[in-house]
């Protein structure tokens, strides 16, 4: 068990600052922006001539993760690797000022961005369209967004910013308000929110707000986490199956949602948390692995009433949030099941996803191999489903190996 934490942590350890490293080498863009678009495929950057992959187009949404992974990772290698850290602050500092800048033209972030920095949208046939203002909506580019700048400002200026954390509280409570769209890739209207439907996606994603709260000191702003996980619970989890449906009721299930609302969960869950609820969210990871782990990763979505994969198609970002979710549930029960999934999880992303040279994973597999499907963006992941996910582990790895550093319990 030993030399599988071990050799884990450093494996960990290596691919994150390899990958940072690689990415903090690229000119940025636009003066500070993260470069990531890189075609995982190929091997080549996209250009122009890629349109709407090419690096005229800024994605609001993958920037704010980036920030947070950088802060986050920052904070970390202050004691792991300082000249690493430097970099990560530099990058960090200068993409912080320019998040802000987006959202002080009306208090949103977009989820893409043109040239000129006017909020756009690809249409559901690749045609280019101006976004509506915001007004009072909000949606997954202000969720990233928020989350990135406040944990940015507490790293940068010694405590969190109260604008950026009052704008992370909008957006939870538009979700709980019914002003908060999901899909970005129409006009934001009152109207497709009412026709949208009551996806685990929102309270999932938000639900990882909670533990960024506590590492920065604001445990008074974790309340909704509760209702949350108890919203998702009684609506979406199906308990002859243990999967979380997507609606309730519905019969499909994305998978990867499911583990990574046990990650997020339980990155927030204390000791004293319920243990029925740690039992349901073991059944929730243990049901959603064995249903949606095909060759070469976690199939995207499986029918609940079969319990077969619907779309076979493999992303890569699920198999790194299993590896957290495990790691931080084997951390608290201590199950050779749970072990057995995060060690399954972790071969499967090396062995079938990760490049090594230069250090990316391939965005998508099907049984057939890797194939040219960039989900939402063509940026690569900067740092966020990858990067925090085994950052998180490699964090539980210590603590179980009672390694006295304080990287293990270092907060952001």
Request: glycine residues 8%.
């Amino acid at each position: 068990m030993m030399n599988f934490l071990d050799a884990a942590r450093s494996q960990y350890l290596a691919v994150n600052s390899g990958t940072f490293y690689w990415m903090l080498s690229r000119a940025p863009l636009q003066g500070g922006f993260l470069n990531t678009k890189h075609n995982s495929l190929t091997l080549q950057d996209y250009g122009n001539a890629d349109g709407m992959r090419g690096p005229d187009y800024t994605y609001g949404w993958i920037q704010g993760r980036g920030l947070e992974a950088l802060a986050t990772h920052a904070n970390f290698f202050d004691l792991e690797l300082p000249p690493l850290a430097t970099k990560l602050d530099a990058t960090g500092k200068a993409l912080y000022p320019l998040l802000e800048k987006l959202i002080a033209k009306d208090g949103h972030a977009y989820f893409c961005y043109d040239p000129d920095h006017n909020p756009v949208y690809p249409d559901q046939n690749y045609k280019l369209a101006r976004q509506n203002p915001a007004n009072n909506i909000y949606t997954y580019s202000d969720a990233f967004v928020s989350k990135g700048l406040m944990v940015a400002s507490n790293r940068y200026h010694g405590a969190p910013d109260k604008n950026h954390v009052a704008y992370l509280d909008n957006v939870i409570q538009a979700i709980e308000n019914g002003r908060f769209q999901i899909d970005e890739r129409q006009p934001l209207s009152k109207m497709a929110i009412e026709k949208q439907p009551d996806d685990i996606g929102p309270r999932m994603i938000l639900l990882g707000a909670a533990a960024l709260f506590n590492r920065v000191g604001l445990h008074n702003h974790t309340a909704y986490a509760g209702r949350f996980i108890s919203h998702i619970i009684d609506r979406h989890f199906d308990v002859k199956t243990g999967l979380l449906r997507n609606v309730p009721e519905g019969d499909e299930c994305n998978v990867g949602h499911g583990i990574e609302f046990v990650g997020f969960a339980l990155d927030y869950l204390g000791e004293d948390a319920d243990p029925s609820l740690i039992k349901n969210l073991e059944k929730i990871l243990l049901a959603s692995f064995k249903t949606g782990f095909i060759n070469p990763g976690i199939a995207l979505s499986v029918s609940v009433a079969t319990t077969q994969a619907t779309n076979k198609t493999c992303p890569w970002w699920s198999l790194p949030e299993t590896i957290r979710a495990a790691a931080l549930l084997y951390e608290r029960n201590r199950s050779n099941e749970v072990l057995d999934v995060w060690k399954t999880a972790d071969q499967a992303f090396f062995k079938n996803y990760w490049l090594g040279t230069p250090p990316l994973a391939r965005q998508t597999m099907t049984q057939d191999g890797q194939i040219d499907f960039v989900p939402a963006t063509p940026d690569l992941d900067p740092g966020y489903h990858t990067g925090l996910s085994l950052l998180a582990a490699l964090q539980v790895a210590d603590r179980l190996s009672n390694k006295s550093s304080l990287s293990a319990t270092h907060k952001v």
